[in-house]
């Protein structure tokens, strides 16, 4: 007579081990501790085996049942099922291991020699936010290229429209990886090319050069925080990134050679760089270490000493001095890059003071202290320009008074 469900629910333990059965050879065995599991008997060549399917109520008897007829249809395609079971576990843990969310974790790390730690963070947490609660548990192989349609569909209805294309052309990146180790065969990122919603292009907002002169007129009259006004001069004295900016130390900075060597863990591609200092900038920092000089960082926070400045004080700077929308910390990059272009530096130097790195073979090895001389020389020309520039302010000033 087939098990019930009552039954097995009501059966207490005993002195000893005993079973109540079911038909097929599936039966439940009732340990003195009180375990219930469910076993199926079976044979293989005459040899008798037992086959596991879990614990009751966790499975229930349709469970086990179901389970049954499965190892039922194996015997009579002459497998073995325990075997099959044991190849079912190897590939469920074969699949996990080449799941998105793994085999990114290889990617990150073999990326660690090349990127900053703070930008492959920044990686890391937009995929973890964006892809990996969909994602993340798939078989990177399985993925097709509506699933990710479908995240990058999530993301763009939030109006991210730029996080949207940072992340698939990251997932991009992640598939060509899998593919190279074995793990994929395809990449479908590809296939969306065309699907991703666009917006008009905006490049980072910056005045013109003939607006220079004005702008440096109002950093030197800048009434907020005199390391804020400092901060905006050194950047348009060294056009360094704005992140470079607000973690300097002053263990960095060696003002009797006029240079300020920014290690490599800091910087976006994870090379060291090194910034001539042009003799209006050790100015600036002179007048800079009176106030922080006793510190860790140049700028350290206005609430924290312990931390550096805030991300956004310079932009809101910027803002308070009427540039909303017309110039941010990262446009004096794109203004010196411009009028020294304009002024017929050799565009190897410029990029490398940029802290440019290409992407090919031998290019790629980059030395920090390549063009050092030639970029000492165009570091001070463009101190003196900027010096020129502010005298226009000034003069203008006067003329228009």
């Given at each position: ?13 005993k ?25 199926m ?44 079971k ?8 074969v ?5 998105f ?19 492959a ?10 892809v ?56 479908p ?8 919603k666009?917006?008009a ?6 005045i ?42 002053w ?21 060291a ?7 209006q ?20 926070n ?8 805030s991300?956004n ?10 540039y ?10 794109g ?14 130097w ?35 320009y900027?010096d ?14």
């Amino acid at each position: 007579m087939p098990l019930t469900d009552a039954a097995a629910r009501n059966a207490k333990p005993k002195d000893k081990p005993y079973k109540l059965a079911d038909s097929g050879g599936l039966y439940l065995e009732i340990l003195p501790a009180g375990g219930k599991y469910w076993r199926m008997k079976y044979r293989v060549n005459g040899k008798e085996s037992r086959l596991a399917f879990g614990v009751y109520p966790s499975i229930t008897l349709l469970q086990a049942r179901k389970a049954r007829d499965t190892a039922k249809d194996q015997l009579a395609q002459g497998l073995n099922p325990a075997h099959e079971k044991k190849r079912a576990k190897l590939a469920a843990l074969v699949k996990q291991a080449n799941s998105f969310a793994a085999i990114t974790q290889e990617w990150l790390e073999s990326r660690q020699e090349t990127w900053s730690e703070a930008h492959a963070r920044q990686t890391r947490v937009r995929l973890e936010k964006d892809v990996f609660p969909t994602l993340g548990a798939r078989p990177i192989a399985e993925i097709t290229a509506p699933e990710l349609l479908a995240v990058i569909r999530k993301i763009e209805s939030r109006e991210a429209l730029e996080t949207s294309r940072k992340v698939l052309q990251t997932c991009g990146q992640i598939f060509r990886y899998a593919i190279a180790t074995g793990k994929a065969e395809r990449d479908p990122s590809p296939d969306l090319r065309g699907a991703l919603k666009t917006r008009a292009v905006q490049h980072m907002h910056r005045i013109s050069e003939t607006e220079l002169p004005y702008l440096l007129k109002k950093i030197d009259q800048y009434e907020g925080e005199p390391t804020t006004r400092l901060a905006l001069r050194l950047l348009a004295l060294t056009f360094v990134r704005t992140m470079e900016l607000r973690f300097a130390e002053w263990t960095e900075l060696d003002l009797a050679r006029c240079e300020w060597r920014i290690p490599a863990e800091k910087m976006k591609m994870r090379a060291a760089h090194i910034v001539p200092l042009c003799k209006q900038a050790v100015t600036v920092l002179e007048e800079l270490r009176a106030l922080t000089g006793s510190r860790r960082w140049l700028f350290p926070n206005a609430n924290t000493a312990q931390k550096p400045m805030s991300e956004n004080t310079v932009l809101y700077a910027l803002y308070r001095m009427g540039y909303h929308g017309r110039m941010t910390g990262h446009g004096f990059r794109g203004l010196a890059s411009t009028i020294l272009n304009e002024h017929g530096f050799n565009s190897d130097w410029i990029e490398r003071q940029l802290a440019h790195i290409e992407q090919n073979g031998v290019r790629a090895a980059y030395n920090h202290a390549e063009y050092l001389t030639e970029r000492r020389k165009m570091m001070q020309w463009w101190g003196d320009y900027l010096d020129v520039q502010g005298s226009r302010s000034e003069m203008q000033s006067q003329h228009s008074a």
